[in-house]
């Protein structure tokens, strides 16, 4: 069994980087709970832990420790990144780095790219820097900046569900390569999903529009009709 220890960067009190009505510390959720869903479901002889897996504060010592205790096999930390400019995905390995985490890097950061090019998003390139996840980290360990929250461009593109799908697609098969993990037999790529049953990339959004009264909380997967989308457009425009 291999262990996959995914780290959605920030939490709680440490919000990451907020612009354009996004915040990084809820995209690192959005992402990394996709991430333990699809690879579990997907391919066999995997175990994904996450450092977190609700909005809570961690210290980086703490997550790193954690890391290293349950003996993972590689780890994720993902990020999304701010400082303006033209946008786009880079990835980080420590400096003095081993030649797995390079590897890792490699095949990661490939997948991601192939993932996500068809959205236009910019190659930063494989990047090394001094990094507490990727240096303190036993384990091969890369660090994702998956676009800018502070770039109009970048924001608008996070903002929409099949690039979300597309970051989770690219996490997925590049750590799958990485461990040569086999995908489970029989499985569809696209199983009929359970209308009943939350995304985990929309548990957030789904549980604050609940608590907003804008939708009753049930059936979250079901379509929506025109005469439901008027009542819901209603629900907004009372509430401003
Ligand atoms: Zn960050």
Redesign the pocket.
């Known amino acids: 069994m291999k262990i996959v220890w995914i780290d959605p960067?920030?939490g709680g009190k440490d919000p990451?980087?907020v612009a354009n009505s996004l915040r990084?510390?809820d995209i690192?959720l959005i992402v990394s709970l996709g991430v333990k869903q699809r690879l579990e479901a997907e391919y066999e002889g995997v175990q994904v832990h996450l450092s977190r897996s609700t909005d809570v504060f961690l210290e980086l010592k703490e997550r790193t420790e954690a890391a290293n205790k349950a003996g993972a096999d590689l780890l994720v930390?993902i990020?999304?990144?701010?400082g303006g400019g033209a946008g786009g995905f880079e990835s980080f390995r420590y400096t003095g780095v081993s030649a797995a985490s390079r590897s890792l890097q490699n095949v990661l950061h490939t997948e991601i790219m192939a993932a996500i090019k068809t959205f236009g998003v910019i190659d930063r390139g494989q990047k090394a820097a001094n990094l507490h996840m990727c240096r303190e980290s036993k384990m091969p360990a890369v660090?994702t900046?998956n676009l800018f929250i502070d770039v109009a461009s970048d924001a608008a593109k996070l903002k929409r569900q099949e690039v979300i799908e597309a970051l989770i697609a690219g996490h997925v098969s590049g750590i799958a390569k990485y461990l040569g993990l086999k995908r489970k037999e029989g499985k569809p790529m696209t199983k009929e999903r359970d209308i009943n049953v939350v995304s985990s990339w929309a548990a957030p959004a789904w549980e604050a529009a609940t608590k907003n009264g804008y939708f009753d909380g049930t059936r979250p997967g079901a379509p929506i009709t025109r005469e439901e989308a008027a009542v819901l457009i209603m629900r907004l425009e009372n509430k401003k």
């Open positions: 960067g920030h990451g980087a990084e510390k690192a930390s990020h999304c990144n701010a660090l900046e």
